[in-house]
């Protein structure tokens, strides 16, 4: 049966830019009550009040205290939700010898964590509510099928995948669904942040890599929209967006040669290459 989302509450984190941005104007169109968080609160509260959400609150989603803050806000102002976008994360770029554990940690704090902390925070009152409900885990085709340079960002992203199927297991026989969304290649603002970079790769190898994005990549309302029939329709797996179901479905097929390809595609823009000897 078809999920109507006219008037479901739907909380989106990472709303203000990006994936998440798309979504809550893609869930806004279909009739959504929005309820949006996100780390920049100045752009938040724009969004919001473009898109007239019920409530938004900035919220880092790796600190427990701000995600139950967030959480008692909700159930306060509109009750509970019925549709939880799990968005917020971040990506790092570089090779592993180049990852401190401190991005690392970082890496992992908001992309699983994060998510880990606002499942806790609201699961309780969707199982409560014993209506149809929907979790979105936005994972990653690095997730199934990763380049070179990204260990934390893709096991990060695996993380998630099996987090995700772990949680469709134990809330099997419920009205509460799980999708996993694996986006392939988006312009967002995940490779543009210089923070989120090893200090190793280069300006020039950047730019390459912008250009790729820029050519090959899709807008994320092409992410959100396909989101939105997803969840309408109950679907456990979403691949949306350029690469993302051919990679996948390579990876099932032969793991050899899709690193093989992988590894052709990350020499060609720049970030694969023999390393010299230190010394």
């Known amino acids: 049966m078809r999920f109507d989302l006219a008037g479901r509450r739907v909380l989106i984190t990472g709303a203000a830019s990006g994936i998440g941005l798309a979504c809550a104007e893609a869930f806004a169109a279909k009739g959504a009550r929005l309820i949006l968080s996100d780390i920049d609160g100045n752009a938040l509260a724009r969004v919001a009040g473009r898109l007239g959400a019920i409530v938004a609150r900035p919220c880092d989603i790796s600190s427990e205290a701000e995600v139950m803050a967030f959480a008692t806000e909700v159930k306060l102002a509109a009750g509970g939700i019925d549709v939880l976008i799990n968005n917020a994360g971040i990506g790092y770029l570089g090779a592993f010898e180049d990852t401190s554990p401190a991005a690392w ?9 994060g998510m880990v902390l606002m499942i ?8 409560s509510a014993d209506t149809r409900a929907a979790i979105v885990n936005i994972a990653s085709t690095a997730g199934f099928a990763p380049a070179a340079c990204m260990a934390a ?10 987090l ?15 999708t996993i969304v694996a986006p392939g290649i988006v312009n967002t603002n995940i490779v543009k942040a210089r923070g989120n970079i090893a200090p190793q790769i280069g300006e020039d190898q950047i730019a390459r890599l912008q250009a790729y994005y820029d050519a090959r990549g899709c807008g994320a309302e092409v992410i959100a929209r396909d989101i939105v029939r997803g969840v309408e329709r109950g679907a456990s797996m979403i691949r949306s967006g350029p690469y993302a179901a051919l990679l996948c479905g390579m990876m099932r097929v032969s793991r050899r040669l899709t690193r093989r390809l992988s590894i052709a595609s990350s020499q060609q823009i720049g970030f694969l290459g023999p390393r010299r000897a230190a010394g």
């Open 164 to 178: 995700s199927e772990v949680l469709a297991m134990e809330l099997d026989g419920t009205p509460i669904g799980v």
């Open 120 to 127: 806790r925070a609201f699961l309780p009152g969707m199982r």
């Open 105 to 113: 940690r970082r890496v992992f704090d908001i992309n699983v964590m």
């Open 153 to 162: 960002y893709a096991a990060s992203k695996h993380a998630v995948v099996g």
